[in-house]
């Protein structure tokens, strides 16, 4: 998977493309990834002895598909490429070239 935590992307496709947030969670298994403010769910949280009632809403986890990686270079989303550089794998943007991580 391209996308790690704490990248920031761009929901490219569904009810919230266009906005933009940083990854808050990976979920490698079902190739998912939870956005920052992005596909906000409601949640009722039931009363308990501790916990009055409540209503939250909690980021849903998106497919990784539907982002993309933001270049604050070119102010634009890109796709993301691998390449050696000084004997390590590292990431790159495929629209400036430059190196991430």
Known sequence: MHIKKDDTVVVITGKDKGKRG???RVLT???RVVVEGVNVQTKH???TRKERSDIKHV???IHVSNVMYWD?????GSRLGHRVENGEKVRYTKKSGETID
């Open 72 to 76: 604050a270079n070119a102010k634009a």
């Open 59 to 61: 980021e849903g986890p």
């Open 22 to 24: 940083k990854v808050l």
């Open 29 to 31: 298994k079902t190739n």
């Open 45 to 47: 949280q039931k009363q």
